[in-house]
């Protein structure tokens, strides 16, 4: 299947190791990732420019649904908050055409027009709603047997439901749970896996945002997790990057592997750990690839 392939910022700068592992993935899974209509995307505004002007961040997000539709494309993110913040834009054009009409009057100084056709859609949601599990389980050749893994949404791929459409597809709600089944892990259930991680206030409060990190990463741990998986880049940036000071804070150890969903599925797929740059993460990955190689 193709989509027009919308990686965002943080897969394509702090954390290229998303970006790296997806197209890895992508290939085996018959994904086609088309480049080109997404050339000239610009950021979705990430939240933070939808707090000063909603509008703004409206418009440049209409502009890549339109550049999507133009190619005749659905469009596929790696990123939750991309998800989350295109999602909640878009539900904002189908409550309001006046207002979709009032941004599409700026989009035709560069002859471009949004008809509202486009659903921007996750990786997640796009293996099992548009590539489907059987075909997941059937690329898996190694499968994750005995390793127990969380599950980490973050804020911006659950909330709020009613623009994400989990009326519609309710199999959304514990979309990541059902692939680290498919590929042969046992999920580890925690409180925390639809909480902030804490990075929307890194900058403001961090010692709350340390706080935040050390919870979510130890009680995982408690619960027996060997690593915990996220759809989300920024919660990775905040959970891996920050854990070694969440753990001075909490003077505690608390060594939790946080790995990327595609570099999961990669694993399952028998693709070389260097080819999903496993090696690029702060918090070592290098136990939990010796067990999956001792593993029967």
């Not at 700026?106 to 075909?135: M, R």
């Not at 595609?262 to 690839?289: C, R």
Request: with cysteine; net charge positive; hydrophobic share 40%.
């Amino acid at each position: 299947m193709k989509y027009a392939f919308y990686p965002g910022c943080v897969a394509r700068g702090a954390a290229p190791e998303l970006f790296a592992s997806t197209i890895e993935v992508a290939r085996r899974l018959g994904i086609e990732l088309d480049y080109e209509p997404m050339r000239g995307a610009s950021c979705t505004g990430a939240g933070v420019l939808q707090e000063k002007n909603q509008r703004l961040g409206d418009t440049l997000n209409a502009r890549t649904f339109a550049m999507a539709e133009k190619a005749g494309l659905p469009l596929m993110v790696i990123c939750s908050t991309c998800q989350g913040v295109m999602s909640q834009a878009s539900k904002r054009f189908k409550d309001d055409p006046a207002y979709l009409a009032e941004i599409n009057k700026d989009l035709a100084e560069e002859g471009l027009q949004y008809k509202g056709t486009v659903e921007p859609k996750h990786l997640l949601w796009a293996i099992i709603e548009d590539i489907g599990i059987d075909k997941l389980k059937a690329q898996v050749v190694k499968p994750l047997k005995g390793m127990k893994l969380a599950p980490f949404y973050g804020c911006y791929i659950v909330r709020p439901s009613a623009a994400l459409g989990f009326a519609e597809h309710p199999e959304r709600e514990d979309s990541l749970e059902q692939v680290i089944k498919a590929v042969g892990a046992e999920v580890v259930d925690f409180r925390g896996k639809t909480l902030c991680c804490g990075f929307p206030i890194l900058t403001i409060n961090q010692n709350n945002a340390l706080k935040m990190v050390a919870n979510h990463t130890l009680e995982a741990k408690g619960n027996g997790a060997d690593a915990m998986v996220t759809p989300c880049p920024l919660c990775h940036l905040n959970l891996d990057g920050y854990q070694p000071a969440a753990a001075g804070l909490r003077k505690q150890p608390i060594d939790m592997p946080i790995i990327h969903l595609p570099q999961m599925l990669g694993m399952a797929m028998g693709i070389e750990p260097k080819a999903l740059k496993l090696n690029k993460h702060l918090v070592s990955t290098k136990k939990l690839l010796s067990d999956l190689v001792l593993a029967p």
